[in-house]
């Protein structure tokens, strides 16, 4: 036997914040030979699959499926309700809204970013000021991102709701769920939400590759008003199931569909709001573990949160700061000696710069139960000590008593 062996052998944990872990059923639906597109089982999956995105998305209104990630859903969504000249304004919680709003910007739309960092959650007030002082109505859309994956943020989209409501501001509240669906409560038509965009790779649980717009009767108006659409795009032929079947513009993603049809039965069999409450226990694990290891006497040589306050924290993803280069090497030793793989940091730090290095993310999004949190965090506790990482006691203790506790002594 080799002296430097290993435990690495079995099977991985990718434990990154998307895409996320596959299930066997999804899997396994999709292990076939190719179905015929035109007629039989496929169409009526196809159709099957609607009803049960909406009640994941909590709406009554229309669904949009694109074969994109969560890009082409975004581009979507920009497409059909805005044109050159609109002006949008983006509150930005992290680089997945700048993304959002720097495609915006390539399609010709104006857009006013408030850039609230990436430690901070939107302020209600600097987007009041925004609003109020768009006596014309110049914007046509907010556009949200619920969580952001790369700070781990979570906005209140509710909140913002009422905000626009408040000044009745008629702008359209478009919100990307692409992090946050099937993990953190999302009520699209009860939070008076426009326009969702989603993919499937994360709470979904599916490969990447098939993408999600979610609208109501005002953006189909909004679509309505549009002088021309992109005809891939446009979404109104798409939330037609008459005609959607054999309207991917081209070819149906027919194993997408078997999949996502397998992790939509484990959604639903769990129920939305057992899947929401478990993704909080998960998290709040997570973050019981993470506090006692960031409880030392120099926390500057130690591990941090990103988002500071729990109030603040989505329940799919926790990015944390652990001094350069100690993030990227506990990542590297953990991929290497334990089969364990923990995302890296987005957007808190150029990625040619070494402060890059002091930064992870641990994704719970999906398919992940107690004992892969507790093998997750058992993981990093062995990483910090055959790193030396200082790191403070009682994190295992105190994430074994989240799990053992009764949900109401929870929060
Ligand atoms: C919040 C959010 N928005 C948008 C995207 C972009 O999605 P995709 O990588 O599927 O294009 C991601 C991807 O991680 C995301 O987390």
């Avoid at 037609?240 to 997408?256: K, R």
């Avoid at 769990?270 to 006692?292: K, P």
Wanted: with cysteine.
């Amino acid at each position: 036997m080799q002296e430097n062996y290993t435990h690495s052998g079995g099977r991985g944990y990718l434990a990154i914040p998307g895409p996320s872990v596959i299930p066997d059923e999804v899997l396994q639906a999709m292990h076939r030979p190719s179905p015929n597109i035109y007629a039989g089982d496929l169409l009526t999956l196809t159709d099957s699959l609607i009803p049960d995105l909406k009640a994941v998305a909590r709406t009554k209104h229309s669904v949009a499926i694109y074969i994109a990630n969560g890009h082409g859903a975004w581009e979507a969504a920009l497409m059909n309700t805005l044109q050159p000249g609109d002006r949008v304004l983006v509150p930005s919680s992290g680089r997945f809204a700048i993304g959002w709003a720097e495609m915006a910007e390539a399609l010709g739309i104006e857009v006013e970013i408030l850039d609230f960092g990436t430690e901070a959650a939107w302020d209600f007030e600097r987007i009041a000021e925004a609003l109020k002082a768009d006596i014309g109505h110049q914007f046509k859309a907010v556009l949200g991102v619920h969580t952001d994956t790369s700070s781990s943020i979570r906005n209140d989209v509710a909140a913002l709701r009422h905000l626009m409501d408040e000044l009745q501001h008629p702008a359209l509240l478009m919100a990307d769920c692409i992090a946050s669906l099937g993990c953190d409560r999302f009520e699209m038509d009860l939070w008076g939400v426009d326009v969702m965009v989603s993919a499937c790779q994360k709470g979904l649980m599916t490969p990447a590759g098939i993408s999600f717009v979610f609208f109501n009767d005002k953006a189909a108006a909004a679509r309505a008003r549009l002088p021309r659409i992109s005809q891939y795009w446009d979404w109104s032929p798409r939330a037609n199931p008459e005609v959607f079947y054999q309207y991917f513009g081209g070819t149906a993603p027919t194993h997408h569909l078997y999949g996502l049809r397998a992790a939509l039965d484990l959604i639903h069999a769990e129920g939305m709001e057992q899947v929401w409450a478990r993704h909080a226990r998960l998290a709040q694990a997570i973050w019981t573990a993470c506090e006692a290891w960031g409880d030392i006497e120099d926390p500057s040589k130690g591990l941090r949160f990103n988002a500071p306050s729990r109030a603040l924290r989505s329940h799919a993803v926790t990015a944390l700061h652990l001094p350069s280069p100690k993030a990227s090497d506990l990542r590297a030793w953990l991929e290497s000696n334990l089969g364990l793989t923990l995302g890296i940091g987005l957007g808190l730090a150029p990625s040619d710069s070494p402060a890059w290095h002091g930064h992870f993310r641990l994704g719970h999004m999906g398919h992940v139960n107690g004992h892969m949190i507790m093998g997750l965090l058992g993981g990093i506790e062995t990483g910090f000590k055959a790193l030396s990482i200082p790191h403070g006691a009682g994190a295992l203790e105190g994430a074994a008593k989240v799990f053992s506790a009764k949900a109401t002594d929870l929060l």
